[in-house]
Structures are given as structure tokens and as C-alpha cells.
């Protein structure tokens, strides 16, 4: 079946530690984003990519990085430079950015102890 | 810039009742996008609708209804007969004509009671 994969589901990290959050797609899209949602906020962009070997800032990148090395996979590192890393990450493509809707991964729920 | 408001933060309602979620966007573009999405308690969001900027004919999905008025640069969404599996935080979101400022409102909570 056609759509996009988010690993794991849960994940728990100690304060300092580097992580990496696992997204996959195989509907062939374009467009890559990474989301960061807190309790009862609106969704935050972090990074979005257009096409491989390209990605941009989004709203609240600093902390982060991510690499769009092949067009089905956009992992996002959660560096120890993220003051409050403790959030719900959501994955999500589109065929092309702008006029086409994002389709949406289950999301990753990392908590740092 | 642009931005998307969601003035109900919260809404509750009873089975069967009718139910606006509102929507109010701004953008100095003359070309965009507009889109509700639904984000049930599992967390992950589920695409509903997209709306261009040219495109004002109202649109009506089974018991999902959207409203879109450039005058008032509104899209607002209406489910009638609202039933308990409708409870979920819909997001109303924003998009210019080349994916740079893709934007989502605050959302919605919507609980419907049975």
C-alpha cells in the first residue's frame, strides 16, 4: 500500500543524546516536510525539502537537521542543541509544493528524559 | 506573510447537531490554496479538502460542507448531523502558489457527545 511511514511510534531519549527520526515515502512525491506539534498547539514547520540534495528552514529549524539524500526518505536529527525536544513529529509529502496537499505519516512521539 | 485563524478553540456539541468551524486567512498572494485537514486522537492528520484561490463554488462531501468567501477571506467548514467518530482537532491550513509559506491554523478541538 501506497504511503508514508513514520519509525517508531514512540521513542524515549535520554537529555544530550542525538536522535533520529525515520520517515519514508513510496507515493513517488516531490516534497518532503517535517512538522513539530506540542500539546494542544498548531503544527510548526521545521524543514521542508523539494527535491533531493535540497532542503530548507522552515519556522524552527534550530536544533535540527536533516538530509533528503534519496527522494522516498527524509530523516530529521534531533540534536542536543534543542532546548525542548519533547514534542509530537509529524512527516508529510506532496506531489509538488504549493497546489497539492501534504499527505501525512502517523507520527513519532519522543520524549527525553 | 500569511496566516491562518482559528478563533474556536474548542467546540462541543451533541450528536446530530450541526456544527461551523471557522476560518480566516490573509495573504497578500494572488494565487493560492486552501485545506482542512482532520487529526483524530491516533494523531495522524488526514486530508479533507483543497481549494484555489479562483475556485469560490461552495462544495459539499456526504455530511461536509465548505464555505469559501474571498470577500470575507474566510473557508469555513460545516458538518451536519455531527456524530461522535467527527470528534477530532481540524486544522485549517494555507498554501502561496510554490509551497514556500505552507501554513496551518491553530485548530479546533471538536468533540461531539453522544
Known amino acids: 500500500d501506497g504511503g508514508i511511514t513514520q519509525s517508531p511510534k514512540y521513542l524515549f531519549r535520554k537529555e544530550g543524546q542525538n536522535v533520529t527520526l525515520s520517515c519514508e515515502q513510496n507515493l513517488n512525491h516531490d516534497a518532503m516536510y517535517w512538522y513539530r506539534q506540542d500539546p494542544g498547539q498548531g503544527l510548526r514547520l521545521i524543514y521542508y525539502s523539494q527535491i533531493v540534495n535540497d532542503f530548507q528552514k522552515g519556522d524552527i529549524a534550530e536544533g535540527y537537521s536533516v538530509s533528503r539524500e534519496k527522494k522516498e526518505s527524509f530523516p530529521l536529527t534531533v540534536t542536543s542543541a534543542q532546548k525542548n525536544p519533547t514534542a509530537f513529529y509529524l512527516c508529510?509529502?506532496?506531489?509538488?509544493?504549493?497546489?497539492?496537499?501534504?499527505?501525512f505519516g502517523p507520527g513519532t512521539r519522543l520524549t527525553v528524559l | 506573510a500569511q496566516k491562518v485563524t482559528q478563533a474556536q478553540t474548542e467546540i462541543s456539541v451533541v450528536e446530530k447537531e450541526d456544527v461551523t468551524l471557522d476560518c480566516v486567512y490573509e495573504t497578500r498572494d494572488t494565487t493560492y490554496y486552501l485545506f482542512w485537514y482532520k487529526q483524530p486522537p491516533s494523531g495522524e492528520l488526514v486530508f479533507l479538502i483543497r481549494r484555489n484561490s479562483f475556485d469560490e463554488q461552495n462544495e459539499i462531501s456526504g455530511r461536509y460542507s465548505w464555505n469559501f468567501q474571498k470577500s470575507t477571506s474566510s473557508f469555513n467548514f460545516t458538518i451536519t448531523a455531527s456524530q461522535v467518530v467527527d470528534s477530532a482537532v481540524y486544522f485549517c491550513?494555507?498554501?502561496?502558489?510554490?509551497?514556500?509559506?505552507?501554513?496551518f491554523g491553530p485548530g479546533t478541538r471538536l468533540s461531539v457527545l453522544p
Open positions: 508529510a509529502s506532496s506531489m509538488r509544493t504549493g497546489n497539492n496537499e501534504q499527505f
Open positions: 491550513a494555507l498554501s502561496d502558489n510554490y509551497g514556500q509559506n505552507f501554513v
